[in-house]
């Protein structure tokens, strides 16, 4: 049988992050590849508890068919949970979506013309660019450096439809915008009119300082903001959520409709009764402690094993570290030569949305414990010293 796809059909591409895991399934690898939480960290206990206090209290509703807008009571500490970050809402903006994956597609489907711009930090999350491109927008890539947007980038990007940002320990860089900078891209989207959709799975992953107030803040009405449990209880729950202005809300509400009617409610319950008490605010800082160990120890071995010429900064949050080889270096080209020495990375290119910057890399420290975190980075510097000798 030939298939006719779709022509949107072609937008969708195999994600390298998922072609490079493939390799580091292999036994003996020590993977800086994944995008995963520790699983350790996932409180299974609690879980089984919650799962067995819904079923005994309320089985029935729990296994029912349930409303597409989510279960109040979790909209409701969704509400709450976003308006102590300073972002002004109530139970009826928030959106329960199925993982904050599903309201980038949601968004993208009723905000994403084709043809018309979609600004993006450069680079970005690879999964906004999979989950934007079937609706075919043209990417306009916002000019960056290590504090986020310069100021005065989005001067150019005046007839986009949304500037998506990450602005707390991004994926991939890691980086963070300060207070400043935070006012000057909300001040700068007021002056070009154009929307906000702001991404925050990682904003309670901080390890030294409490970074400042989403940008949201900054623009009520003007922006959507998104949020996930993956990163602060677990990935496997597949539970995130939305929150957006009046105006926008009913469309996104219609789009979720469509697409699977809602979040499964059994799920929404469990993850209720789990933080309705206030558990987060014990588990997380369990995580911070955890993340930090590995962030410093991720730290200390770049420094020691990371050959001259190459740069990096060491995040105050998230996941990641962002690693740029000298000019001319080739970090994919880099990666069949690591794997067959025991180390895996992703290659920072497919993070742009206009590809190019062969010579990054980004690395992952939250789910390989310290000394093998050591190792792992001790392999990388040999294999990148190794291609880097013959220019030197
Ligand atoms: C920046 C960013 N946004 C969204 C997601 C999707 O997360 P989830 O769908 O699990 O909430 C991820 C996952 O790694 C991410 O890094």
């Known amino acids: 049988m030939t298939w006719r796809m779709a022509h949107r059909a072609d937008r969708l591409d195999p994600s390298t992050i998922r072609e490079v895991l493939k390799l580091t399934e292999r036994p003996g690898i020590i993977s800086l590849a994944g995008g995963l939480p520790a699983a350790d960290t996932f409180p299974v ?27 109040p009571p979790l909209r409701e500490w969704v509400a709450d949970r976003v308006s102590r970050k300073g972002i002004a809402a109530g139970p009826d903006d928030v959106l329960i979506t199925t993982g904050s994956q599903q309201a980038l597609d949601l968004i993208a489907k009723v905000l994403v013309e084709p043809g018309a711009p979609v600004a993006v930090e450069s680079p970005t999350y690879l ?17 960056c450096d290590e504090g986020g947007p310069v100021p005065g980038a989005l001067q150019d990007v005046g007839d986009a439809r949304l500037l998506y940002l990450l602005p707390t320990y991004q994926n991939p860089t890691g980086r963070c915008l300060s207070a400043q900078r935070r006012q000057q891209v909300a001040a700068d989207l007021g002056e070009a009119g154009v929307p906000l959709v702001e991404d925050d799975p990682y904003g309670d992953l901080w390890y030294d300082v409490e970074p400042a107030p989403p940008v949201s803040a900054l623009m009520p009405g003007r922006s959507v903001y998104v949020g996930s449990f993956s990163k602060i209880l677990a990935p496997g729950l597949r539970l995130g959520y939305l929150v957006a202005p009046p105006d926008l809300y009913p469309k996104l509400l219609q789009a979720k409709q469509a697409a ?16 309705k008490d206030g558990f987060l ?16 120890a991720m730290a200390e071995a770049l420094t020691r094993h990371l050959p001259p010429g190459c740069r990096w900064s060491v995040p105050a949050g998230g996941m990641f570290f962002w690693v740029e080889l000298p000019p001319g270096a080739d970090a994919a080209a880099l990666l069949p030569a690591a794997v067959a020495a025991g180390v895996a990375f992703v290659p920072g290119s497919p993070f742009f949305a ?3 910057h062969e010579n990054t890399l980004r690395l992952s420290f939250v789910t390989v414990p310290p000394d093998v975190i050591d190792a792992g980075v001790a392999l990388l510097g040999g294999v990148i010293d190794g291609a880097l000798q013959p220019t030197r």
Do not use: K, M
């Open 281 to 296: 605010d014990a588990h997380v800082p369990t995580i911070r402690a955890d993340y930090t160990r590995h962030r410093d």
């Open 354 to 356: 206009g590809g190019g």
């Open 45 to 71: 206990e609690i879980v089984a508890e919650a799962t067995s206090a819904v079923l005994r209290a309320s089985g029935r509703q729990a296994l029912q068919y349930a409303t597409s807008e989510g279960f």
């Open 127 to 143: 999964g906004a660019l999979q989950a934007f491109s079937p609706y075919e927008p043209s990417f306009a890539e916002v000019a």
């Open 260 to 275: 699977d009617l809602h979040t499964s409610g059994f799920t929404q319950r469990i993850v209720h009764e789990v933080v």
